[in-house]
T-cell receptor
Framework: GDSVTQMEGPVTLSEEAFLTINCTYT??????LFWYVQYPGEGLQLLLK?????DKGSNKGFEATYRKETTSFHLEKGSVQVSDSAVYFC?????????????FGQGTELSVKP | EAGVTQSPTHLIKTRGQQATLRCSPI?????VYWYQQALGLGLQFLLW???????NRGNFPPRFSGRQFPNYSSELNVNALELEDSALYLC????????????FGQGTRLTVV
């Protein structure tokens, strides 16, 4: 079945550092890809998405490009802030079922120090 | 416009009891999804309801069940609670099946003691 693999955390960076969180996927069809963020004590918020190959999703300085050839959707940000400290989840829409069921990676905890 | 709302925020139950969690989707959304986020296990898909029908369920025992009401709100019931059921339960909603973006609520933290 479909699956998502994320780089393990926790990731600790200094403020203004460059961020990359790797995400690769396995899917039999053509899924949409998502990054969700979970701040401490809260639910999930959609950060960005891409619905087809070569699409670039972007939001709040974060970017990710849907790479079909490498089955990847890596999250990047040029300069992180302390407020970016959270858990980041890569997800894909299940291609074996109709509807919006999501398959998530394990999550990567990001901690940004001043 | 209100987002996905879940209640209660926190719930403490004793092993063997039943828990009922509630979710109100965004207005106009007919699909509701339930996920379990247990410590160290990531997000696991539990159930999907659309137009009042259960469309899919994840790899959970039958004591996890639910329903969707005519107004598209949903309940998740967990019977015969076990300590391992302690987790954050997240509800998400989306427009009718076929559209892939889901919006999440803040979750219900269930603690089984």
């Amino acid at each position: 079945g479909d699956s998502v693999t994320q780089m393990e955390g926790p990731v600790t960076l200094s403020e203004e550092a460059f961020l990359t969180i790797n995400c690769t996927y396995t899917a039999t069809g053509y899924p949409s890809l998502f990054w969700y963020v979970q701040y401490p004590g809260e639910g999930l918020q959609l950060l960005l998405k891409a619905t087809k190959a070569d699409d670039k999703g972007s939001n709040k300085g974060f970017e990710a490009t849907y790479r079909k050839e490498t089955t990847s959707f890596h999250l990047e940000k040029g300069s992180v802030q302390v407020s970016d400290s959270a858990v980041y989840f890569c997800a894909l829409s299940d291609t074996n079922n109709q509807g919006g069921k999501l398959i998530f990676g394990q999550g990567t905890e990001l901690s940004v120090k001043p | 416009e209100a987002g996905v709302t879940q209640s209660p925020t926190h719930l403490i139950k004793t092993r063997g009891q039943q828990a009922t969690l509630r979710c109100s989707p965004i207005s106009g959304h007919t699909s509701v999804y339930w996920y379990q986020q247990a410590l160290g296990l990531g997000l696991q898909f539990l159930l999907w309801y659309d137009e009042g029908e259960e469309r899919n369920r994840g790899n959970f025992p039958p004591r996890f069940s639910g329903r969707q009401f005519p107004n598209y709100s949903s309940e998740l019931n967990v019977n015969a609670l076990e300590l391992e059921d302690s987790a954050l339960y997240l509800c998400a909603s989306s427009v009718p099946a076929g559209v892939t973006e889901a919006f999440f609520g803040q979750g219900t933290r269930l603690t089984v003691v």
